[in-house]
Nanobody, 119 residues
C-alpha cells in the first residue's frame, strides 16, 4: 500500500501564492508519475499539473505560467507552487501518484487539501 500526505492549502488573497506538498510513503518500488488535480464545488475533478519520471511536465491551460510542479525523488514528494492565484483557483486539490507495480501502473490519491482564494 501507498500513503499520501498532503499539506499547504489554506486561504489566500487574489494575487497571492501557496505551495502544496504531497509526500508518498509505503510500498513504493518506483513512481511513474506524480500530479495534482482539483475539484471545485459542482464541477468535475480536473488535471492541474503532472510530472512524469524523467521530468517532463504537463499543465492545464488555465494555470500555465502561474503554477509550477516539481518533485524530489529522494523524498518521494511532489510540490505545486501556485502564484498569481485567482478566485477561480478555489477548489479542493488532490495529489495523485502512479506507482509501477508488478506489470501494471497503480494510482493512489491523497485526501485533498482546500485552497480558497478570496479577499
Amino acid at each position: 500500500q501507498v500513503q499520501l500526505v498532503e499539506s499547504g492549502g489554506g486561504l489566500v488573497q487574489p494575487g497571492g501564492s501557496l505551495r502544496l506538498s504531497c509526500a508518498a510513503s509505503g510500498s513504493i518500488f518506483s513512481i511513474y508519475a506524480m500530479g495534482w488535480y482539483r475539484q471545485a464545488p459542482g464541477k468535475q475533478r480536473e488535471l492541474v499539473a503532472v510530472i512524469i519520471s524523467g521530468g517532463s511536465t504537463n499543465y492545464a491551460d488555465s494555470v500555465k505560467d502561474r503554477f509550477t510542479i516539481s518533485r524530489d525523488n529522494a523524498k518521494n514528494t511532489v510540490y505545486l507552487q501556485m502564484n498569481s492565484l485567482k478566485p477561480g483557483d478555489t477548489a479542493v486539490y488532490y495529489c495523485k501518484v502512479v506507482v509501477r507495480g508488478s506489470g501494471s501502473l497503480e494510482p493512489y490519491w491523497g485526501q485533498g487539501t482546500q485552497v480558497t482564494v478570496s479577499s
